[in-house]
Antibody
Framework: EVQLVESGGGLVQPGRSLRLSCAAS????????MHWVRQAPGKGLEWVSG????????GYADSVKGRFTISRDNAKNSLYLQMNSLRAEDTALYYC??????????????WGQGTMVTVSS | SSELTQDPAVSVALGQTVRITCQGD??????ASWYQQKPGQAPVLVIY???NRPSGIPDRFSGSSSGNTASLTITGAQAEDEADYYC???????????FGGGTKLTVL
């Protein structure tokens, strides 16, 4: 079964750090780019960051650039998001998602269930 | 960065056809993908590319695109289709992704 399982969320004070993890199974992890997408309570989806299969290409949303770092360990089938200098507006459910790319275009075809990050004093 | 614009809410009578639209400059260069999200659940991909449905998505869901507008059409809407729908594409640079604000679909 293809599966993504996020972990590492929790309650953290503003300015502190948190590291999210995403464990992948059921597919060849190092064949695919992986991404983080977040959703603030009651709000829409926001793309956060993405990393290519070999970590050679990385991108960030302007809202997290310079504070968040995405990485992956293909040997462990795992994706990570290091979040530093957290702000109240980073409070959200964080999903990891697999990027499907084929001749028809690209899309996030597999999503985890998310891990909740709450930034509050 | 670019934006994708969706109507906040749309309603459809049971069994009727509804179209949900998404507008943005990046859609002139990239296809949109569409996601269905029900309360308390993760998003589910329903349409991507020119008009591709992942395995398990009913064929009442279809996609199209013209100029800067992408559309998701549900032909014969069912009660279980009531959900939030989000469009997504790469932004104009091709190096980032952007989501629309979402459309809440109500099936009457």
């Amino acid at each position: 079964e293809v599966q993504l399982v996020e972990s590492g969320g929790g309650l953290v004070q503003p300015g502190r750090s948190l590291r999210l993890s995403c464990a992948a199974s059921g597919f060849t992890f190092d064949d695919y780019a992986m991404h983080w997408v977040r959703q603030a309570p009651g709000k829409g989806l926001e793309w956060v960051s993405g990393i290519s299969w070999n970590s050679g290409s990385i991108g960030y949303a302007d809202s997290v650039k310079g504070r968040f770092t995405i990485s992956r360990d293909n040997a462990k089938n795992s994706l990570y998001l290091q979040m530093n200098s957290l702000r109240a507006e980073d409070t959200a459910l964080y999903y990891c998602a697999k990027l499907l790319i084929d001749s028809s275009g690209d899309a996030f075809d597999i999503w985890g269930q998310g891990t909740m990050v709450t930034v509050s004093s | 960065s670019s934006e994708l614009t969706q109507d906040p809410a749309v309603s459809v009578a049971l069994g009727q056809t509804v179209r949900i639209t998404c507008q943005g400059d990046s859609l002139r260069s990239y296809y949109a993908s569409w996601y269905q999200q029900k309360p308390g659940q993760a998003p589910v991909l329903v349409i991507y590319g020119k008009n591709n449905r992942p395995s398990g998505i009913p064929d009442r869901f279809s996609g199209s695109s013209s100029g800067n507008t992408a559309s998701l059409t549900i032909t014969g809407a069912q009660a279980e289709d009531e959900a939030d729908y989000y469009c997504n594409s790469r932004d104009s640079s091709g190096n980032s992704w952007v989501f629309g604000g979402g459309t809440k679909l109500t099936v009457l």
